[in-house]
């Protein structure tokens, strides 16, 4: 009895220890994206004294301009400001509006996070019984079916999959809401836009590590003790097929958010998406950094927890399987 | 011939339907018997269709191959059944214990649920046969622990709360023999079941095959490719060479 408390105690321990490492390098990320969205951010063309005052401003309007918005000082100095702030956990204000980035980005948020829950939830409900079903009768009509609706679901872009819904479930048959509101309603079409080539990914990834689990031996023991194909299928190998998948929903999940700027857009849903589009449009550099650090600490943390997940959806595996 | 005989195989052929269209005959007119309390042995060389003669026709292979002739088991004939009736046989009928324990025990499942598991399986099948208290959670527990002791496992909490990597093979294998037991069957197929065990476990592996003959009066199909080991455990030993029945079966 001891011995097997000891045994899961090192377990946990070796789970905790795969956390810290695991914690430290998203730090490192994120550091390296804060400087990279830095940089991006003032190698884009275009000067937002300049857009803000007009194109047919006086130099000297645009100057003053300049020294209001503190684009005027040097590089270093800017970004020593900007780090130290971001250190503090403080964005900055828009350059645009001067309201804090902060304040404009928890705004803006809670709907974009809604959106993409609902669209990550959607195709891991679509892909996961998909892709077992295509492991299961592999060579199958079933099984081809699949394959094809994933190929035309991979091969729409987000934004035309948006608007061939918008057509066919809000202009045609209008049961769901045309432009956007906030209620969930009005999110099930932007939903469906931005996960179905998600879901298509999933069904994919689950079939390729479903049919790599059902070849396994413990699949012909399972069934040698009498549980019958399907069920030797869902209790033994579904379970072992797991990892490759939720670390690749999570993965998915933190690119959902870029790719809500496309969608958003066609919905006319005013989430983050749209925010950083119109920070980028307005040359709103704390803006755009902000939206750039929020997206990164998202995808970061996403598949952060997808790895932690995943370890611990195969706990008799232990290190080998990372 | 067949008196007392709980398995009776007769003129078995098994083609495997290759990918260019060729067939490749596999087995062919093999005979075979098995009679509960005793253990017969199957010795050949690797590739000589030892296993195949039970895997086939318990329908274990993931290719379809073709089946002629007989297999009966308790007088029913095997040969012909479909998935679902096969289904009810394996386990609670024939149960089979393999070589690489490690590799047949599902990796990411506890060594107790998945003896559980074997025991609902047999519950589920016994509509009648147990009495109500035999049921559940707890009493499956019980039963696993008793199992687990019975082949000869210390600290049965241990080995029913791990992972089977963190069992040794040895350990492992007997946990397998455990849970091929959970289904009360009355024949076992040990498919080289001593052969990834080194050779000082060999032995007990091989005095508990033995017992589970002659003290639970099973009958044990004893699959190996190792002649010593196949003196030292069976009453009957055949010999199979490329698809046939070469020799025997001897009397020991």
Redesign the interface.
């Known amino acids: 009895m001891r011995r097997h408390d000891r045994a899961g105690a090192k377990r946990r321990r070796d789970l905790i220890a795969y956390a810290l490492g695991k914690a430290a390098r998203l730090a490192l990320t994120i550091a390296v994206v804060a400087v990279l969205a830095f940089a991006l951010a003032r190698v884009l063309p275009g000067d937002p004294a300049l857009t803000a005052a007009g194109l047919d401003a006086r130099p000297a309007d645009v100057e003053a301009m300049r020294r209001s918005m503190g684009t005027d000082r040097g590089l270093a100095t800017q970004f020593a400001e900007w780090a130290l702030g971001l250190a503090r956990l403080d964005l900055g204000a828009s350059l645009v509006s001067k309201e804090r980035v902060s304040r404009l980005i928890a705004q803006r948020f809670p709907l974009t996070l809604e959106l993409a829950l609902l669209a990550s939830a959607f195709a891991m409900l679509v892909g996961l019984p998909l892709g077992e079903a295509s492991a299961t009768r592999k060579g199958g009509a079933a099984d081809g079916a699949i394959a094809f609706l994933s190929r035309l679901a991979l091969s729409l872009p987000g934004f035309w999959l948006g608007i061939l819904l918008l057509l066919g479930f809000a202009v045609a048959i209008p049961i769901f809401p045309l432009f956007g509101g906030k209620d969930l309603r009005s999110l099930v079409l932007p939903a469906l836009a931005l996960g179905a080539s998600n879901a298509a990914m999933l069904t994919r990834q689950t079939r390729t590590a479903m049919l790599d689990e059902l070849s396994s031996e413990y699949v012909v023991a399972a069934r040698a003790k009498g549980l019958s194909r399907s069920q030797a299928a869902r209790r033994h190998a579904l379970r072992n097929a797991l990892p490759p998948v939720i670390n690749l929903a999570g993965l998915q999940f933190g690119a959902l958010f870029g790719g809500a700027v496309v969608v958003e857009q066609v919905f006319s849903l005013p989430g983050l998406g749209r925010l950083a589009l119109t920070a980028v449009a307005q040359r709103d550099f704390p803006l755009v950094q902000g939206c750039v650090v929020v997206f990164a600490v998202i995808a970061s943390c996403a598949s952060f927890l997808a790895d932690l997940a995943s370890a611990a959806a195969r706990p008799g595996i232990g290190r080998a399987a990372r | 011939m067949t008196d007392g005989a709980i398995l009776s195989i007769r003129g078995l052929e098994l083609d495997f339907p290759s990918r260019v269209g060729i067939v490749v005959p596999a087995l062919r007119g093999v005979d075979f018997d098995a009679r509960a309390g005793e253990v017969h042995a199957i010795v050949g060389e690797s590739g000589s269709g030892k296993s195949s003669c039970f ?1 086939a026709p ?3 292979y ?1 290719a379809r191959p073709s089946i002629r002739g007989s297999f009966r088991f308790e007088g029913r004939e095997l040969v012909g059944l479909g ?2 009736e096969l ?2 046989i ?3 009928g024939i ?2 214990v ?1 070589q ?1 324990p490690l ?8 060594v107790g649920r998945q003896i559980a ?2 025991i609902a ?2 519950e589920g ?1 016994s509509p009648m046969g147990l009495p109500a208290e035999g049921r559940g959670r707890r009493a499956r527990r019980l039963r696993a622990r008793e199992l687990i002791r019975s082949v000869g496992l210390g ?1 049965p ?2 080995v029913l ?6 069992l040794s093979g040895g350990m492992c294998q007997r946990a397998m023999i455990a ?2 037991l ?2 009360n069957p009355r024949l076992l197929i040990a498919d080289e079941a001593t052969s990834a065990v080194d050779a000082g476990l060999k032995r007990g592996i091989e005095r508990l095959l033995r017992s589970l003959a002659d003290e639970r009066g099973l009958a044990v199909v004893y699959i190996s490719h190792d002649p010593a080991s196949v003196r030292r455990v069976a009453d009957r030993v055949s010999t199979m060479s490329g698809g046939r029945m070469a020799e025997g079966p001897w009397r020991r």
């Open positions: 895997l318990l329908g274990l993931a998935e679902r289904c009810r394996r386990g609670t149960a089979m393999f690489d590799r047949y025990f599902d990796p990411s499942m506890r598991e074997t399986i047999a099948r600290e909490d241990r709360a791990a992972y089977p990597r963190e849970q091929a959970a289904g």
